[in-house]
């Protein structure tokens, strides 16, 4: 599942293989993009903003800048091919934009909000997005202050609400909240340590930047990358409990009921 480092990820490998390149041509398979031709831009950078992607393209003869924009959500994916290979990742019908060059081809699969803006207003699609946990201005404390200014809500759901900090998804939040001893229905007004726990999350999805599977237990043998994501009725890692999973907010949480205790006058029923 696509989250800050994954979206990290594929911002490297988009870089590697069109940062500097003129594009020959492309392919835009979505309507509000269809009849967009960019041969002869050249792609200056493809950057990463929590889960937003940021490809930024200078135009062939004068000084105008835009940035193409795709959000991966839950299932979306680039990939880079050289000129002459298959391209295999996904079925063909899935495919929303393909960029060429003489020495690469982009392939978006299912991206989502694919747009194409001026540079100088990238604002407008990723301004909303709180401090980004793998972005050169990370910042700890305007992390907290956004979290704290809505001190009911629960901590489970202020995680995920990208406008609090930008690149924690489902996993994370999972597994942060389960190394932090913290219920996911904890209001975020009665967390002990908001600073402890961003800066936590921050350090899982760091470290699994340049890889593709994640882990948050430092094994990467599958069935073990994971303390309670993933694991319901599995036996917790530390105790021995089996793993719950429920719903909190429109997502699904998993946690240890024992190492994970509820907040008193937090859990409904
Ligand atoms: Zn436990």
């Given at each position: 599942m696509p989250e800050g480092d994954?979206?990290?990820?594929?911002?490297?490998?988009?870089?590697?293989?069109?940062?500097?390149?003129?594009?020959?041509?492309s392919d835009f398979r979505v309507p509000q993009?269809?009849?967009?031709?960019?041969?002869?831009?050249?792609?200056?950078?493809?950057a990463s903003r929590g889960k937003h992607l940021l490809l930024r393209l200078a135009a062939p003869e004068t000084d105008e800048h835009r940035t193409l924009h795709s959000h991966l959500r839950m299932e979306g994916a680039w990939r880079a091919y050289a000129p002459d290979e298959r391209w295999s990742a996904r079925p063909a019908h899935l495919i929303r934009v393909v960029l060429r060059?003489?020495?690469?081809?982009?392939?978006?699969?299912?991206?989502?909000?694919?747009?194409?803006?001026p540079t100088a207003e990238e604002h407008t699609?990723?301004?909303?997005?709180?401090?980004?946990?793998?972005?050169?201005?990370?910042?700890?404390?305007?992390?907290?202050?956004?979290l704290a200014a809505h001190p009911d809500t629960t901590i489970g759901e202020a995680l995920l609400d990208q406008r609090n900090l930008a690149?924690?998804?489902?996993?994370?939040?999972?597994e942060v909240l389960f190394l932090r001893g913290i219920s996911p229905w904890t209001p975020v007004g009665a967390v002990p340590d908001l600073a402890g726990t961003v800066t936590l999350a921050q350090k899982l999805l760091a470290a699994n930047r340049g890889?593709?599977?994640?882990?948050?237990?430092?094994?990467?043998?599958?069935?073990?990358?994971?303390?309670?994501?993933?694991?319901?009725?599995?036996?917790?890692?530390r105790c021995g409990t089996a793993i719950r999973k429920e719903e909190l907010g429109e997502r699904?949480?998993?946690?240890?009921?024992?190492?994970?205790?509820?907040?008193?006058?937090?859990?409904?029923?």
């Open positions: 994954t979206v990290w990820n594929t911002a490297r490998v988009l870089h590697r293989a069109l940062a500097g390149v003129r594009l020959t041509g993009l269809a009849a967009t031709d960019l041969a002869g831009w050249t792609v200056r950078e493809s060059s003489a020495t690469a081809v982009a392939v978006g699969y299912h991206l989502h909000e694919l747009a194409l803006v699609l990723v301004g909303h997005l709180g401090p980004d946990l793998l972005g050169p201005d990370w910042d700890v404390d305007e992390a907290v202050r956004r690149g924690v998804g489902n996993l994370y939040k999972c890889r593709w599977t994640q882990s948050t237990t430092g094994s990467l043998h599958r069935g073990r990358t994971s303390y309670v994501y993933g694991r319901r009725a599995q036996p917790c890692r699904v949480t998993y946690w240890c009921p024992v190492c994970q205790p509820d907040h008193p006058a937090t859990r409904p029923g």
